[in-house]
T-cell receptor
């Protein structure tokens, strides 16, 4: 089946640094990818929709200048958490649809800890 | 954004008992999916039920969908300690460019 690879799986960084998370669709092209955030003991909240070749669409309350999304190719989207703060510590999960309106496949997630 | 509520928020049962979790949603859907998430881990896709289906089975899982009430239920029969996890429903509008929207989840604890 279709696979979405997310890297890194875990990152620990100092406050004020930037962290880049990659999301790749391994065996299908994805014009659209999605980024979710999950705080401990809570559900997944959609942060933004990443569109290949155009600007990402952010959900209400998500700072686009803090969470930079780049979808430069049909198989790669990146999320950069800029000037990370401890409150940005969370589990970030990406997903991608196969074949337009097809099944959505999820990456394994990235656990970000900001000290 | 989130679709709606799941209940119960937490459920504790003994091994061998059945566990039922409910999910309500707000908008029209193409399908509804259930996922499991072990603590600190990624999502595991369990089952998908389409809007024109009322019931679906997969092993010890039984899912129902009532589109008139905008609700779904997940039944796990003969539960095992390994079923301990959080369970989420997610709705899919089925359109290119739209994301799955997750419910708040139910935390299931199965004790042996």
């Amino acid at each position: 089946g279709a696979v979405v690879s997310q890297h890194p799986s875990r990152v620990i960084c100092k406050s004020g640094t930037s962290v880049k998370i990659e999301c790749r669709s391994l065996d299908f092209q994805a014009t659209t990818m999605f980024w979710y955030r999950q705080f401990p003991k809570q559900s997944l909240m959609l942060m933004a929709t990443s569109n290949e070749g155009s600007k990402a669409t952010y959900e209400q309350g998500v700072e686009k200048d803090k969470f930079l999304i780049n979808h430069a190719s049909l198989t790669l989207s990146t999320l950069t958490v800029t000037s990370a703060h401890p409150e940005d510590s969370s589990f970030y999960i990406c997903s991608a649809r196969a074949g337009g309106a097809g099944i959505q496949y999820f990456g394994a997630g990235t656990r970000l800890s900001v000290l | 954004s989130q679709q709606g509520e799941e209940d119960p928020q937490a459920l504790s049962i003994q091994e061998g008992e059945n566990a039922t979790m409910n999910c309500s949603y707000k908008t029209s859907i193409n399908n509804l999916q259930w996922y499991r998430q072990n603590s600190g881990r990624g999502l595991v896709h369990l089952i998908l039920i389409r809007s024109n289906e009322r019931e679906k089975h997969s092993g010890r899982l039984r899912v129902t969908l009532d589109t008139s009430k905008k609700s779904s239920s997940l039944l796990i029969t003969a539960s095992r300690a390994a079923d301990t996890a959080s369970y989420f429903c997610a709705t899919d509008a089925g359109q290119a460019g739209t994301a799955l929207i997750f419910g708040k989840g139910t935390t299931l604890s199965v004790s042996s």
